[in-house]
């Protein structure tokens, strides 16, 4: 991937963790876990496969300003409620504003599970850098991951 290619991907990921710009109703930890579950849900009750289709349709899957995003355990992102231009992106050598290779976290830690993953990013409205968590999920019988961010208040 050259140089170009990796940051026109940081660009697209950063986009998908964003969804919109934080203010005093931004989603809590807890309603972000709680969408992830409910994808994780869906994945069990449909499979992998309708459940990207219907993540990707978007509706239910966007809410309190929240994105559901399904990523394959080689960093390419299935499925974005918000972005279909991240659609089939290869996301795994994207680095945040400090070098932190967070995509990689986000996989390291579903492969275990579940789990929170800290990283930074600039607001693509607000041009300010903002810290950021995403709860990640492994998706059952996959090698892919749901994941929901919020704004670190």
């Known amino acids: 991937m050259t140089h170009f290619t990796r940051r026109i991907a940081l660009a697209l990921f950063v986009s998908l963790c ?5 203010h005093a109703s931004s989603p809590t930890k807890d309603e ?10 869906q994945i069990k009750k449909v499979g992998l496969e309708q459940a990207i289709k219907d993540i990707n349709s978007g509706a239910e899957w966007k809410t309190k300003e929240m ?17 279909e231009k991240l ?9 945040d504003p400090s070098g932190k290779a967070f995509v990689k976290e986000f996989i390291a830690t579903a ?8 990283y930074q ?4 409205v607000s041009k300010k850098l903002e810290e950021r968590s995403m709860f990640v999920k492994r998706a059952p019988g996959a090698e892919a991951f749901v994941a929901v961010a919020i704004t670190k208040q």
């Not at 964003?18 to 934080?22: D, K, Q, V």
């Not at 994105?67 to 972005?83: E, I, Q, T, Y």
């Not at 492969?111 to 800290?118: C, P």
């Open 111 to 118: 492969q275990k599970g579940e789990g929170w993953v800290d």
């Open 18 to 22: 964003s969804a919109l710009p934080a």
């Open 121 to 124: 990013f600039i607001n693509p």
């Open 87 to 95: 659609r089939g992106k290869d996301t795994l050598e994207s680095k």
């Open 32 to 41: 972000a876990q709680a969408q992830a579950n409910a994808a994780v849900t």
């Open 67 to 83: 994105n559901v995003n399904v990523v394959d355990f080689k960093g390419v992102v299935l499925a974005s409620s918000l972005n």
